[in-house]
């Protein structure tokens, strides 16, 4: 389990990003210096280009549209600024913080992702930050798969003081969400944060599970869950967008938090992601501190990438 710490004073939270970001900005912005020369780019140029971006996983589709925006430019300069503006121009549209309607109390957020994504951890976060916010949060732990998810969960409640409403490992999970639902409405909570089992996304019966969580949640609340949250690890390149896409149908994802950006040269999959399925990006996690769970902003993220002083 990843405990929360104290991220150090001295660094700012658009430090711990480009921190985080450090290898596939080395992977990108590096190669971009050495690629990029005073004229307007030539074929070789863009071939080279072409596979350094493949190569941190922006895929082809992102690529594609990356590199029509560059053979526009000219000069260095020109091609950097075209460079930055295409990545900006994929990522935008995903810069969709999540906004919790009032209209619907409890407002439900059911998380599901793979073991080893950070979705229990993420959760931890997100009641902080919601709680901060001054929202009544409560958690539920339907990840009954797994004991030590469970434990997990509870632990971030304490930390937290938010109520975990959780049953014995192996109980029905979709009874789970429902009596924490009940208990939600009963108490008048605000927000209620659903913990999902997280195996493999290629295995159906995890997908039914998922589903029949929706429907059961869907007798309390025919409008529930109102964000359908996918914790997702960037460092795993392409396969991060296969899991948004089992997911995705499965559940209909409305929201994507990412993790473990950090160590990877593979960053570039959030680009992919925003080509091929422009899910809402709500939040981006920056560091191990509890309060590490950032709202993901656009230009941030290309500016730590991409920085125009490089």
Known sequence: ?????????????????????????????????????????????????????????????????????????????????????????LIRPCQQPLAIDAAHRPYVIMVVGVNGAGKTTTIGKLASRLKTEGHKVMLAAADTFRAAAVEQLKVWGSRNDVPVIAQQTGADAAAVAHDALQAAQARAADVLIVDTAGRLHTQSGLMDELKKIQRVLQKLDATAPHEVLLVLDAGIGQNALAQLEHFHAAVGVTGLALTKLDGTARGGVVFAMAAKRPVPIRFIGVGEGIDDLRVFDAVEFVEALLPNGD
């Open 1 to 89: 389990m990843t405990s929360p710490g104290s991220a150090p004073q001295s660094t700012g939270l658009f430090g711990r990003l480009s921190d985080r970001l450090s290898a596939t900005r080395r992977a990108l912005a590096q190669g971009f210096n050495e690629l990029i020369g005073a004229g307007q780019p030539d074929a070789a140029v863009l071939e080279d280009l072409e596979a350094t971006l493949l190569q941190a996983d922006v895929g082809i589709d992102a690529t594609a549209r990356i590199l029509e925006t560059v053979k526009q430019s000219s000069g260095s300069a020109g091609t950097r600024a075209a460079l930055r503006q295409a990545l900006l121009d």
